[in-house]
């Protein structure tokens, strides 16, 4: 029996070195590869955390992602500015951006886009952090946040293949599309899934906000007032009609006593007006990011929001 079990003891231990050698053999690997990429997502995370030096940075999902131009509001700010909006990854992702970027460099004005419909999701607050998982070794402010994010993080962070498991698809797209136009992050939505007469369809926004937005919400106010950055919360358009705005109501009171600012443009009835200014229900193609974008800056200059916005002519868009 005492050779039975020893046998078993070294069998074990031979193959915990074997998984030890390959796991980190093929982590070598993905993490070679991951950091080749020359465009898509993961290359401009790896851009904004690394080298990234703007006056201004737009963050959100994916209505700031393909909502806001940054050719645009140079062009009245004289500011620089950079999108690095990312399809799918909600706020507490673009918090822990927030949090690495300004430890990095301090840019003058954060515009970071909102949605309610994103703070219903509490299953969802995490969502987006395996994105950030490949800098957990180098990045302390990611490694602080993700090991608070679940339990057994920082063990599952020595496993180099946990890294990167759910990265692949993203990884082949960034190496094989180098060809991207990125447009200083934008990513421009074409034509529109909507009919010509299509009516906004009615919500009533009647979901909570969970504790870790709020709290997430306070310290980026807190950190951006300590240093002089001008943070601004902006809801931009959907194809909704909203009879309700509870949820809005709460944030917009819990950021301005926080001392930052929330501009809601999420319901104008100009866009409401016209469906075929939407990709679909939730996102603005390019031809409705371009006003988009105008009204953005025009609110920005007219209310004195940063008082650095040159003259600029619109439209009435009512």
């Known amino acids: 029996?005492?050779?039975?079990?020893?046998?078993?003891?070294?069998?074990?231990?031979?193959?915990?070195?074997?998984?030890?050698?390959?796991?980190?053999?093929?982590?070598?690997?993905?993490?070679?590869?991951?950091?080749?990429?020359?465009?898509?997502?993961?290359?401009?995370?790896?851009?904004?955390?690394?080298?990234?030096?703007?006056?201004?940075?737009?963050?959100?999902?994916?209505?700031?992602?393909?909502?806001?131009?940054?050719?645009?509001?140079?062009?009245?700010?004289?500011?620089?500015?950079?999108?690095?909006?990312?399809?799918?990854?909600?706020?507490?992702?673009?918090?822990?951006?927030?949090?690495?970027?300004?430890?990095?460099?301090?840019?003058?004005?954060?515009?970071?886009?909102?949605?309610?419909?994103?703070?219903?999701k509490e299953e969802d607050v995490f969502h987006g952090y395996n994105s950030l998982y490949p800098y957990y070794t180098t990045n302390m402010v990611i490694q602080k946040e993700v090991d608070a994010s679940r339990l057994f993080m920082p063990i599952l962070m020595q496993l180099q293949l946990y890294k990167y498991n759910s990265l692949l698809f993203s990884l082949l797209k960034g190496l094989n599309n180098n060809n991207e136009s990125q447009l200083k992050g934008f990513k421009p939505l074409y034509g529109s899934s909507l009919d010509s007469n299509a009516k906004a369809p009615a919500k009533d926004e009647d979901y909570s906000i969970t504790q870790d937005y709020l709290l997430a919400i306070a310290d980026m106010a807190s950190e951006a007032e300590k240093r002089g950055i001008k943070l601004m919360f902006i809801k931009s358009p959907r194809f909704v009609s909203y009879s309700n705005k509870k949820a809005t109501a709460e944030i917009a009171r819990y950021i301005e006593n926080n001392r930052a600012v929330f501009i809601d443009l999420a319901s104008i009835p100009f866009f409401i007006k016209n469906p075929l200014l939407f990709k679909d229900g939730a996102h603005l193609n390019k031809e409705g990011a371009e006003i988009f974008t105008k009204i953005l800056i025009d609110k920005l200059k007219n209310n004195n929001y940063t008082g650095l916005f040159k003259d600029v002519k619109l439209e009435n868009r009512n």
């Open 1 to 120: 029996m005492t050779n039975k079990y020893f046998r078993f003891i070294i069998n074990g231990f031979v193959f915990l070195i074997l998984v030890w050698i390959l796991d980190a053999g093929f982590g070598k690997i993905f993490e070679y590869y991951y950091f080749k990429q020359k465009s898509g997502d993961d290359f401009q995370t790896t851009y904004v955390l690394d080298s990234l030096k703007t006056d201004i940075l737009i963050l959100g999902s994916s209505r700031a992602s393909h909502h806001y131009i940054p050719d645009m509001i140079e062009k009245y700010s004289g500011l620089r500015c950079f999108n690095a909006g990312r399809d799918g990854h909600y706020l507490m992702y673009n918090y822990v951006i927030f949090k690495s970027y300004i430890q990095r460099y301090q840019p003058k004005i954060i515009l970071f886009d909102i949605s309610m419909e994103e703070f219903g």
